[in-house]
């Protein structure tokens, strides 16, 4: 990748302000932590991995600051941080794993502590980027030279801290000589196929071809897409995944035509504290993101607006999960 989503530099951390690609590659970079939450709350950092990724940073940099470290402190930066999206999983693993941390380094002397915590988040970091690596290895087996792919959202290397976990995929199998299509769903109303999965696989010379979310039906029955493969923000214990709205659509179509439909995520993202889809939190977001979504109004004043960012896909909708620990099969794959 020409491109590092998110970096520590200096006890800062910098990131790519994705609200302003494809038109511009721009960095943004703070040592304070709320301009950190206010980043995930604008989507300038986004995607579940890459916002674990972020808080955990944000929760050292916060700590670094703090004259008087003690439980209460560290408990109310991590609500805080916790606070900034409700849906992934990632955020809530890892503000809980660099507490836990802390927990073991209580009473340590303070630069000791807020090294250990640095050490942490850079782990955190690290090893996202390598299950990103699993994930594509495992998921390559399921896709042969020649296939196209359908993807919806961004799961890409601006979603995590590696190369992706759908789009890890993707690019584990061009790097083994396979030559892949993929279609991107235009994603609405963000826009992250377009501006963000469209961008990155043009970065890596993948195959592109940009449709609007309501065309995925007219191509899967006129044979055009072999495979779908998408990313999670939280997976239930049951095997129901939230992701990106419009995901759920894509999976009943896929199931209909017969394709298979594959979920990519770390093992960070499943929530094993709760039982089904029903259960997890759906963010909703404002209601200018439809009617005047990058500038232009398109809806009439007043309009009421309901804009869910994430659905829940059905357990049965599910071929198989594509994990960095392997491949799991979903209620959907077929039993050999
Ligand atoms: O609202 P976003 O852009 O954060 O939503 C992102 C998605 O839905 C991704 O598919 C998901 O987080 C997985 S990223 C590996």
Redesign the pocket.
């Known amino acids: 990748m020409n491109f590092k989503t998110l970096e520590l530099t200096d006890n800062k951390l910098k990131w790519i302000d994705q609200t302003v690609l494809p038109l511009e590659l721009s960095y943004k970079s703070s040592d304070d932590y709320k301009e950190i939450i206010t980043a995930i709350k604008r989507?300038e950092i986004?995607?579940?991995?890459?916002?674990g990724i972020a808080a955990a940073y944000a929760l050292a940099i916060a700590v670094s600051k703090e004259k008087n470290l003690s439980e209460e402190c560290i408990i109310r930066i991590a609500d805080e941080l916790k606070a900034s999206?409700p849906t992934?999983v990632n955020l809530f693993w890892a503000v809980d794993r660099m507490v836990e941390y802390y927990d073991k380094y209580q009473g340590q002397p303070r630069d000791e502590i807020i090294e250990e915590l640095f050490y942490e988040s850079v782990r955190i970091h690290k090893e996202d980027a390598e299950m990103c690596q699993q994930i594509g290895e495992h998921g390559s087996q399921l896709i042969k030279d020649g296939d196209t792919v359908l993807t919806?959202?961004?799961?890409?290397a601006l979603?995590?801290g590696g190369i992706?976990?759908?789009l890890g995929v993707i690019y584990t199998c061009k790097q083994q000589g396979k030559k892949l299509h993929v279609y991107a769903d235009e994603t609405r109303p963000?826009l992250?196929g377009s501006r963000l999965t469209v961008w990155e696989l043009q970065q890596e010379n993948i195959d592109v071809t940009l449709i609007t979310d309501n065309s995925a039906g007219m191509l899967m029955r006129q044979g055009k897409i072999n495979h779908v493969i998408?990313?999670?923000?939280r997976v239930t214990t049951n095997g129901d995944v939230a992701?990106?709205i419009g995901?759920f659509s894509v999976a009943v179509l896929a199931k209909e035509h017969n394709i298979p439909f594959y979920v990519?995520?770390p093992e960070s993202?499943f929530d094993y504290s709760l039982k089904t889809g029903d259960d997890i939190i759906i963010?909703e977001r404002s209601s200018e993101e439809v009617t005047k979504g990058f500038g232009k109004q398109t809806a009439p004043d007043n309009t009421q607006v309901y804009s869910p960012?994430?659905d829940v896909t059905p357990a049965e909708y599910i071929s198989y999960y594509i994990m960095d620990t392997g491949l799991r099969k979903g209620k959907r794959a077929k039993i050999t």
């Open positions: 989507l986004r995607g579940a991995p890459a916002i999206r992934a919806h959202c961004n799961a890409g979603a995590t992706g976990t759908a963000l992250q998408v990313g999670a923000d992701n990106k995901t990519a995520l993202t963010e960012a994430f």
